[in-house]
Every structure is written in structure tokens, then in C-alpha cells.
């Protein structure tokens, strides 16, 4: 049973904004009861999706979560009118909250995203056009989506430096004969440090505080850089052998003589 007052007190919520987002506690409840009961196979669901991913080539890590119960509630009534105008109900929010399962696949160098891309095509079907967020300037806009229209990706520019490749994925469960949608992101180790510092800091009630959002806008910046040198080292690691470079032992010998 999800105790309303408990609740509210939790997460900092008012009654009078409650009540404001024209949803009624009694939905609430039964989505609470009604999730619960399904989270056991929503776990099973987020498992596999690990499995599958764990031994790619091109990938470094895999991350994987299952919404907690009172963090779904807390979302909706965040949300408000949003879902109170879909009518959310215990019929209906499993289709509507599509992050229910969230799944995060880590890569080291910018590049290796084409392999995974086309391993997370290869096995599952994506229920909308992945959305490939950059940050301005990180690339020559057009030549960028000339090169996403060839892979079906969408292009979105954060300006806040939000940089990250998304997947919607839709999932039959067979055990609860439904639907439910899981959120794939995609993107290097550095942007998932700056990604996860940045929630941690500014996510859900400090979006819009000006000196946070500087400092971590030059902490976003130094990231990208990171990234480029990640890409330029890997680049340059076959134009040299081991140790020094292309000299032979005398050549080195000489040269530090």
C-alpha cells in the first residue's frame, strides 16, 4: 500500500501541487500494486539485454536498471499534466513511461558507436528513429546528418552539451502479456562520467541554476576533448612500434646521444 502522506513528505511534494496535476491518488496506487507485481520480469527482460550485449567487440560495458516503484510515482506526478492528460492509468503506463527499463552500453573511442548501432539493429526492433544528441559544434551539422540519414538516425542538438545515442526498444513480456518499452542509451565511458555527474548535480530541481551550468558546461568541453584524443592516440598507434616509435635501437641510440 502507498502511503500518500509518506509520500509526498519523501519526495518534497505539496499537496496544492498534487493536486494541481489532476491525477488521482487511487491510479496511483494500482500502478504502484500493479508494478511491483512485474518487476521480477522486468528484471529477467533488462538481463537479457546485458547478455546479449556484454561480449560485442565494440563494446566496454554494459549498464542496466529496472525503475524503482516510488520513483515511477514520482515521475508521473513530476510529469502532471503530461500523463494526466494521457489519463495514465494501470492499464495504460507501461506504454506510456517507455524508460521502465533503461539499459546503457559504454564504448571507448567515438567511433566503435557504427558497431554497436549495427549489433543493437541487428537484434531487436527499435520503435522509433534512434536519436543521435551532440552537442553545437562538435560537428559539421550537415555533413553529420547526411551521415545519420544513411544510418535512419535523427539528429538533436543539446545546447546544454547533453551528448548521447538513444534507442527506444519495444518489448513483448510474455509472463505479464504486455508491452513494455525499454530505453537504450549509447555512448563513450567520458561522456557517461560527465553524464552521471551532471544528473547527479542538476537533475530534476536545479536545470536552470546559472553557475552549475556553467561549470559544468566547460567540464562537458573538456570531455569532448578527451574523446578527440581518445580517437587521435588510437590513430596514431600504428604509424608507430613499440617503445620509442619507428626507430631501431642504433637510431635510438643516436638520437639521444
Not at 545515442?165 to 513494455?180: A, P, Q, R, S
Not at 530534476?204 to 562537458?220: A, K, T, V
Request: with cysteine.
Amino acid at each position: 500500500m502507498l502511503d500518500k502522506d509518506k509520500f509526498l513528505k519523501e519526495f518534497s511534494i505539496s499537496e496544492e501541487t498534487f493536486l494541481a496535476t489532476g491525477l488521482q491518488w487511487k491510479d496511483l496506487e494500482e500502478i504502484y500494486d500493479d508494478y511491483i507485481r512485474i518487476i521480477p520480469f522486468l528484471e529477467k527482460k533488462a538481463d537479457e539485454f546485458t547478455f546479449e550485449l556484454i561480449d560485442s567487440k565494440a563494446v566496454h560495458s554494459v549498464r542496466r536498471r529496472v525503475k524503482k516503484p516510488t520513483h515511477l510515482i514520482e515521475k508521473i506526478i513530476r510529469k502532471g499534466k503530461k500523463y494526466s492528460d494521457k489519463n495514465i492509468n494501470v492499464n495504460n503506463y507501461k506504454k506510456i513511461i517507455t524508460d521502465l527499463i533503461g539499459v546503457r552500453v559504454l564504448h571507448l573511442f567515438k567511433e566503435d558507436w557504427i558497431e554497436v548501432h549495427k549489433e543493437i539493429l541487428n537484434n531487436w526492433e527499435v520503435a522509433e528513429t534512434p536519436q543521435v544528441n551532440v552537442r553545437p559544434g562538435d560537428y559539421n551539422t550537415e555533413l553529420l546528418e547526411k551521415a545519420l540519414s544513411n544510418l535512419n538516425c535523427e539528429l538533436i542538438i543539446r545546447e546544454h552539451g547533453y551528448r548521447s545515442v538513444h534507442y527506444l526498444i519495444e518489448n513483448y513480456i510474455e509472463e505479464i502479456d504486455d508491452i513494455v518499452y525499454t530505453e537504450m542509451q549509447v555512448r563513450t565511458v567520458f561522456e557517461e562520467a560527465w553524464s552521471e555527474i551532471d544528473h547527479i548535480i542538476r537533475y530534476p530541481y536545479d536545470l536552470n541554476n546559472p553557475i552549475l551550468n556553467e561549470y559544468l558546461s566547460i567540464f562537458n568541453r573538456i570531455v569532448g576533448s578527451a574523446d578527440e584524443m581518445g580517437t587521435f592516440i588510437k590513430n596514431l598507434k600504428p604509424t608507430v612500434s613499440e617503445g620509442f616509435g619507428p626507430f631501431s635501437d642504433r637510431e635510438l641510440d643516436n638520437k639521444f646521444k
